[in-house]
């Protein structure tokens, strides 16, 4: 094994060389599976995949690839890519509106124009490490309802990504200069650096710089970039020309190792320079013990997890659990309250923070308050929710007090301003406020980035806040599954890609959005009753099939369409949006014996035309419910499960009339009427009906469209339904369903009566009994 990775670096070598610092480069490469694409009418519709990126990779190759179906109807088309980095994509191709205070920011996205096949290269230089997401959607759908089975337009996509690794990528430590040199136009100086918890600002400086030309000083004429590239934000770039050159960042990310690059701006030069880095902390917590009450309070609460990560920062924070005043007397020069977080996960997507000093957390004027909220992987699938609320309990009336709020990843923003102004050059955030005209606010992140995030809490006073020095705020972070459970016209869906869950909505009634807030296009009531009056009521068209079934003496036809016309009936009933809808069982059950009993009815009506033996008609009739019953199952929807019995009844049909034909020497049936007046307009409304089912339904028409389907296929019965048997034809209505022996009574004999049973046995013979 150790001679393949050799090996590998080897070859690695070989295709890349070595950049200048002796960094050692390797590559690797992933793909994931050929995906269909859908048209876009909810999230769902999107194929999401992930990938990850591991840290110091130099640069990150995808290539995305669409392959076109062969049918000959397949035109050419856009499918949209969209790329984030740490979350799945928050994506509205259809332009809909987002529930109020629900923020988000468009990912980077591109558009691939697909022919037969089509590909395209994505570069990322200095790629943000962690997890990729990637979705991909045709356009918007445009309403069709396509059968299952039918030959339709397939795009396949498939995503490959390449990556250049460094292995030994020089560490620039705090205060100590190290060496380095780049060369133009294609070997930077890659480096990194750890930036520790609590520091507030960062700067990274070059000087020293000399060329391979002039041995002494000369000008640094050198781009500096800190950070990596996200797609939405590019690293902090500078360009220097004298003799030294600095960047800063203030804010920077806490507790993560930070790219450094160091370009030459002069083509074909090589610039040799020192570097260093220095950090300062302008608010760190100091460490204290903790006492015996303060570890029985934390040792209290093991059944929880808490944010807190360092042995510091757990001291002050045990203090601040047993009384929130005690740490104010030990640190009476803080500069920030920091307070600890404990977290439960509640069930899928969903998980609850709680701060330990209890809902209502104090905040102050002189210094910000600091809660910390670490957001596993596992619930970036879902939306991150801010919910602040000010206690005005405690507040003289006439006092305008403010409360400024910041939440951001990665790092806090502790310097915080009226102006709302949290993002700093590396990372954005959010700001919010609340006051005693505005006691509540509320802020809405879906797919939030997963990271540490941050909440800094500071009073504002506009003129001093007088008497009003502590302010109470209860700040409630969560994460659910989907916005207020999609409400009242949508259904909140999990979804799964590979491992990775996420969340998303799916409208009814003509609601759409996010969240299916937006009302634009929603189906008024009087259209919603309207719908499920048509589509229910047209299932009455079954009664005069019913009774002329019954009246020809076909009483388990006319049980199969009883059957079918009641699950019909009640299953569209349920499957209505909105106010319309009524179950009088589950939905599954109801589709499930909707769909069964349209195709028996289909299956008992061919064979009762072909007008065969009463004992082989009905066992074909049984078996042919039993194995239509099993292929519902298999699959509810596909398209054999409708044409197979179809087919196989049609077959048996004109198998039997042929050899009718044959042996009479005539046309079967043979009279010219039965086909004028029946057969052709029972199969023209059967043609009809399968061709508005198959072509023409679209969701905007699906409530008449599908209730002139429901008219068509009964008619088309009610013509195509044989008539009477002629053994039948003379009024004997027992004939249809009685045995056919029967007891016949003779005269009487010498006082006795002869009966004779005309019922044959095995042997052929009858039975005579003498009875007195």
């Known amino acids: 094994m150790a001679l393949y990775f050799v090996l590998f670096l080897a070859l690695a070598k070989a295709t890349f060389g070595n950049d200048v610092g002796e960094v050692t480069f390797v590559s690797e490469l992933s793909s994931k599976p050929a ?73 980077y996205s591109l558009l691939l124009p ?24 045709l356009p918007e759908n445009d309403g069709r309802i396509e059968q299952k089975g039918f030959p339709s337009c397939s795009y396949f996509f498939q995503p490959q990504l390449s990556i250049r690794r460094a292995i030994d990528t020089p560490i620039i430590q705090s205060g100590i200069k190290l060496k380095n040199q780049t060369a133009a136009p294609n070997k930077p100086a890659r480096l990194k650096l750890y930036v520790p918890q609590f520091s507030s600002s960062l700067s990274v400086s070059v000087d020293g710089c000399s060329t391979a030309e002039a041995a002494g000083s000369a000008n640094c004429s050198l781009a500096l970039s800190l950070g990596s590239n996200s797609l939405l934000r590019n690293p902090a770039r500078v360009n220097c020309y004298g003799l030294r050159c600095s960047a800063s960042l203030a804010n920077p990310p806490w507790d993560t190792w930070l790219r450094v690059v160091v370009e030459s701006i002069r083509d074909n030069q090589t610039v040799f320079f020192n570097i260093e880095s220095n950090y300062s902390v302008a ?32 001291a002050i924070e045990g203090v601040a659990f047993g009384d929130q005043s005690r740490l104010l007397n030990l640190l009476p020069s803080a500069c920030v309250w920091s307070i600890p977080v404990l977290y439960d996960e509640t069930d899928v997507l969903s998980l609850r923070f709680a701060p330990v000093t209890g809902p209502n957390v104090s905040v102050r004027a002189s210094h910000p308050t600091l809660l910390t909220y670490p957001l596993p992987a596992q619930v970036t699938g879902g939306t991150l929710n801010l919910q602040l609320t000010l206690n005005t309990t405690y507040i003289t009336p006439g006092n305008s007090s403010t409360v400024v709020a910041c939440f951001t990843p990665l790092a806090p923003i502790l310097q915080v301003s009226n102006s709302l102004q949290c993002h700093t050059d590396l990372f954005e955030g959010y700001g919010v406020n609340v006051s005693t005209s505005f006691p509540k606010a509320l802020i809405r992140l879906p797919f939030p980035l997963s990271a540490t995030w941050y909440l800094t809490l500071q009073l504002k006073c506009d003129g001093g806040c007088g008497n009003v020095s502590t302010v109470y705020v209860d700040p409630k972070v969560f994460v659910n599954a989907c916005i207020e459970d999609c409400g009242s016209f949508g259904e909140c869906r999990l979804l799964r890609s590979s491992t990775y869950l996420y969340s998303s909505c799916v409208c009814k009634s003509g609601w759409r959005g996010w969240s299916c807030t937006d009302h634009s296009t929603a189906l008024s009531s009087t259209h919603q009753v309207v719908a499920a009056l048509l589509l229910t009521l ?63 009815s289909i299956w008992v009506t061919v064979l009762c035309m072909a007008r065969i033996g009463k004992t082989v008609k009905y066992t074909l009739f049984l078996l042919g419910t039993l194995l239509i019953a099993m292929s519902l199952q298999l699959d509810r929807r596909g398209l054999w499960n409708l044409l197979g019995p179809i087919l196989s009844a049609i077959i048996i049909m004109a198998a039997v009339w042929v050899y009718r034909g044959v042996t009479r020497r005539q046309c079967y049936p043979p009279s010219w009427r039965r086909w004028v007046f029946y057969l052709i307009p029972g ?21 008449y469209t599908h209730s002139i389907w429901h008219i068509l296929v009964a008619s088309c019965v009610l013509f195509l339904l044989p008539p009477r048997d002629r053994s039948l034809a003379d009024g004997n209505w027992t004939a249809g369903w009685r045995p056919d022996w029967t007891w016949r009574w003779t005269p009487r004999i010498c006082g006795y009566t002869l009966c004779q049973s005309s019922k044959d046995d095995t042997t052929s013979q009858h039975h005579v009994t003498l009875t007195r």
Request: charged fraction near 15%; aromatic fraction near 14%; charge should be neutral.
């Open 538 to 600: 047209s299932n009455l068209s079954f009664l005069p099939v019913i009774s002329l079934a019954i009246r020809r003496f076909y009483f388990t036809e006319a049980s199969v369409y009883l059957f079918t016309m009641f699950f019909s009936t009640f299953y569209h009933a349920c499957d209505q949006p909105g106010i319309a809808a009524l179950c009088i069982m589950s939905y599954d059950t109801l589709q499930y014996c909707d769909f069964l009993g349209s195709v028996c």
């Open 283 to 314: 608010c760190k917590p100091k460490s204290v013990g903790l006492s015996a009450d303060d570890g029985a309070g934390l040792r209290g609460n093991n059944n929880s997890s808490s944010s807190a990560s360092n042995s510091s920062a757990v």
């Open 114 to 137: 697909v022919t037969s096949l089509s590909s395209a290269t994505l570069n990322v230089s200095y790629p943000a490490p962690g997890e990729w997401f990637v979705a991909t959607h």
């Open 35 to 107: 995906q269909k694409l859908s048209k876009y009418d909810w999230y769902g519709n999107a194929r999401l995949q992930k990938f990850h990126i591991p840290d110091d990779t130099a640069i990150a190759s995808w290539v995305f690839t669409v392959v076109k179906g062969h049918s000959f109807h397949c035109r050419e088309r856009n499918v949209s890519i969209h790329i984030r980095h740490g979350a799945p994509p928050v994506i509205n191709p259809t332009d809909t509106a987002f529930p109020n205070m629900t923020l988000w920011n468009p990912p």
């Open 683 to 703: 199969i023209l409304c059967a043609l009809i009906g399968v061709s508005l089912y198959i072509f023409a339904e679209t969701e905007d028409n699906y409530f």
